[in-house]
């Protein structure tokens, strides 16, 4: 999807409203994280939230009173960009991509693996020219111990720290194993849309491609989605 600049969406530009879709992710939201990532009061953030309520952007999470989540529509305007790229770079991506997961899944600092890859949206079309490349990812502990995945915790925040970052919120010192997973996936990438399988859930008859991976974790995670085989660059076929 591609982004007017221009455009307006609950008083705010497109991209700053892309910028909340792409902090929000698969997280989940309340009204005080929305004020923060705004940089408005907690009345102004209400008031945003109602209206990308009301423009489908965002739904009230049925599990906790007070949180949101994406929409179709919000995730959609997450992965938007200001400018298309060809079919081929999206593929070099792609290929990048998983050239990167045997070195991240076997960082023993990591506390992740990555074994399921999906790619859906424009780049499953016939287009030769995309706005982005969105790709799903399945993440499996390597640890069943708290006290190992605290350990590891605690060497990925040093990491940050020593290179100059920090969590931002409660939030995401909480999910910090998961995000530097994705950020080591996705450096340097800046046209692909890099997302968790769970967080597609909501998103029902997703059509995409495996390209990496058992389908069968896949269709556990996604069973409304329509899943094919990803037998090589631009061979698909449907399972």
């Given at each position: 999807?591609?982004?007017?600049?221009?455009?307006?969406?609950?008083?705010?530009?497109?991209?700053?409203?892309?910028?909340?879709?792409?902090?929000?992710?698969c997280l989940n939201a309340t009204v005080p994280f929305i004020s923060h990532i705004?940089?408005?009061?907690?009345?102004?953030?209400?008031?945003?939230?109602?209206?990308?309520?009301?423009?489908?952007?965002?739904?009230?999470?049925?599990?906790?009173?007070?949180?949101?989540?994406?929409?179709?529509?919000?995730?959609?305007?997450?992965?938007?960009?200001?400018?298309?790229?060809?079919?081929?770079?999206?593929?070099?991506?792609?290929?990048?991509?998983?050239?990167?997961?045997?070195?991240?899944?076997?960082?023993?600092?990591?506390?992740?693996?990555?074994?399921?890859?999906?790619?859906?949206?424009?780049?499953?079309?016939?287009?030769?020219?995309?706005?982005?490349?969105?790709?799903?990812?399945?993440?499996?502990?390597?640890?069943?111990?708290?006290?190992?995945?605290?350990?590891?915790?605690?060497?990925?925040?040093?990491?940050?720290?020593?290179?100059?970052?920090?969590?931002?919120?409660?939030?995401?010192?909480?999910?910090?194993?998961?995000?530097?997973?994705?950020?080591?996936?996705?450096?340097?990438?800046?046209?692909?849309?890099?997302?968790?399988?769970?967080?597609?859930?909501?998103?029902?008859?997703?059509?995409?491609?495996?390209?990496?991976?058992?389908?069968?974790?896949?269709?556990?995670?996604?069973?409304?989605?329509?899943?094919?085989?990803?037998?090589?660059?631009?061979?698909?076929?449907?399972?």
């Amino acid at each position: 999807m591609l982004l007017d600049k221009k455009q307006r969406i609950a008083g705010y530009s497109a991209p700053e409203i892309r910028r909340l879709m792409q902090r929000i992710g698969c997280l989940n939201a309340t009204v005080p994280f929305i004020s923060h990532i705004l940089g408005c009061s907690l009345r102004k953030a209400e008031s945003v939230t109602n209206r990308l309520r009301s423009e489908g952007y965002l739904r009230v999470y049925d599990k906790i009173p007070g949180w949101f989540c994406l929409t179709s529509k919000g995730l959609a305007l997450s992965s938007a960009t200001l400018r298309a790229i060809s079919r081929a770079t999206a593929a070099k991506h792609l290929a990048e991509l998983l050239r990167r997961i045997p070195d991240i899944s076997g960082d023993p600092l990591h506390a992740f693996t990555v074994n399921a890859v999906i790619v859906f949206g424009s780049f499953l079309s016939e287009k030769q020219k995309l706005g982005d490349i969105d790709v799903a990812v399945h993440l499996e502990a390597k640890q069943s111990a708290e006290d190992e995945y605290r350990r590891r915790l605690d060497g990925l925040l040093a990491r940050a720290w020593l290179e100059g970052r920090t969590p931002s919120n409660v939030v995401e010192a909480s999910c910090w194993p998961r995000l530097e997973v994705f950020r080591d996936l996705r450096r340097g990438l800046r046209q692909l849309r890099l997302h968790e399988l769970y967080g597609l859930q909501k998103l029902g008859g997703l059509e995409c491609c495996v390209v990496l991976g058992d389908p069968e974790i896949v269709k556990t995670i996604l069973p409304e989605a329509r899943i094919k085989a990803f037998r090589a660059l631009g061979d698909e076929s449907e399972l």
